[in-house]
């Protein structure tokens, strides 16, 4: 009997699945009957209940946190001729948006025990033409954010904050979204709180939440259609009210599904403590339980020790009915990205990082039984494959 045979009984376990309320379904359906799906009252109340779990602090909705982070870096004023610092270990939208309002990324590679950038690389690479930082809290991990916001005022540098997916993270118990410059969250259907897709931008002040506003929809001033006019350049980035139902529904459940998800990391932690896998040298994700929203649980594979490719552990994992993904290669070794001169070994952390990871199923839904069962699957395939 193969393996996938022997368990055909157990559910496919994926590697992440949203979690949505019965109540959240009734209110799409009404939002579906009420005659207005697009942007309206439910962005209201989502920008409303946003601002207020941001400390009071202005928000802006937005259809994806690709958006966000374009937006954010057009109000912090970068464009053609500036610098924006970044990290190579992220979703390549971090950085395109960097290309797109006509700005250089540069990347400071990654300290490999949180995987975030490395805030002494980051300084280090500051120039007279640096004007934004762009850091990434991968996996809902935050940097150090005392130490980044002195680097910041130190050298008078814009940050946005690329919170994509540390909704739900705090750093020293202020949540995420509180404190700080422009943050950008995603509200894209696999973060902690979904839209189904989606993203908001926290601002500082009126005169910035305004200018989201124009550069969300087309620029346009809010002047009735008589006077309707349209004084910057903006695109076509509105949230549906649909999607914004969606998010309103999530936003109740956020504080619980924090803690199940460290709860659920916990789990991992224990079940892979001195197994077959770590003892063969798998990397596992900083133990931070009080700042990190565990939007993930990445693991790094010992492939040098190991007879298999990345694809084919993860081949195993699914034949033994588990999901599992890849967050995220170097963005610095694609293909724009090598066209603009790019070159491998340039930031061997996130290098390494891109090449070895594979992220394991972490979601409110699962049990710990689940993540048992995990961590049994990883030492398995670890030992049946060892060299
Ligand atoms: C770190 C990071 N930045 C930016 C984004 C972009 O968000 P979206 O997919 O909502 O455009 C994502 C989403 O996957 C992300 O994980």
Redesign the pocket.
Known sequence: MTQSSAQSSVPFLPFVKPEIDEETIQGVVDVLRSGWITTGPQNQAFEAALSEYCGGRPVRTFN???AT?EIGLRIAGVGPGDEVITTPA??V??SNVIYEVGATPVFADIDPLTRNIDLDKLEAAITPRTKAIIP?FLSGLPVDMDRLYAIARQHKLRVIE?A??AFGASWNGKRIGELGDIVSF?F?ANKNLTAI?G?ALVLNNEDEAELARKYRLQGITRTGLDGMDCDVLGGKYNLTDVAARVGLGQLKHIERFTLQRRNLAKAYFAGFEGGAAVKLGMGLPHADFANSNWHMFQITLPLEKLTLTRAEFMEQLKERGIGSGVHYPAIHLFTLYRERGFRAGMFPHAERFGATTVTLPLFTLMTEADVARVCHAVNDICTQFAK
Do not use: K
């Open positions: 994806s946190g690709t982070l992220s979703w939208s971090t990434v690329d994509a997916q995603s894209h897709e993203g």
